[in-house]
């Protein structure tokens, strides 16, 4: 089942809608009478680092394409670097 709400009425039902999510049901709240969200449910997220592990020996990749980072991966860029502006090869041929 789907219930329809407007915001204001959502807003005063939160909770009744929120058993009304936990029992399975949609809830789609709407503006003047056009949807404008769904509230859901939470799903279990994140990477499934064993399926990309799987994915990669299919196809014959390396586990780790790029390797290990260096340690000092993320420290701070020197200064002259960032205010140094890039030079592009065809930048050369046009001066």
């Not at 089942?1 to 809608?17: F, G, P, Q, W, Y």
């Not at 020996?57 to 390396?62: I, V």
């Given at each position: 089942?789907?219930?329809?709400?407007?915001?204001?009425?959502?807003?005063?039902?939160?909770?009744?809608?929120i058993r009304s999510?936990?029992?399975?049901?949609?809830?789609i709240v709407t503006?003047?009478?056009?949807?404008?969200?769904?509230?859901?449910?939470?799903?279990?997220?994140?990477?499934?680092?064993?399926?990309?592990?799987?994915?990669?020996?299919?196809?014959?990749?390396?586990?780790?394409?790029?390797?290990?980072?260096?340690?000092?991966f993320d420290d701070?860029?020197?200064?002259?670097?960032?205010?140094?502006?890039?030079?592009?090869?065809?930048?050369?041929?046009?001066?």
């Open positions: 089942m789907t219930i329809h709400v407007s915001i204001k009425e959502a807003k005063n039902r939160l909770s009744d809608l999510m936990e029992r399975g049901e949609r809830v503006r003047r009478g056009e949807p404008v969200f769904e509230m859901v449910t939470p799903r279990p997220g994140g990477i499934d680092f064993a399926a990309l592990d799987r994915w990669k020996e299919e196809r014959g990749l390396p586990r780790h394409i790029v390797g290990p980072l260096p340690k000092d701070p860029l020197p200064e002259d670097f960032l205010i140094t502006p890039l030079r592009y090869p065809d930048e050369a041929e046009q001066k």
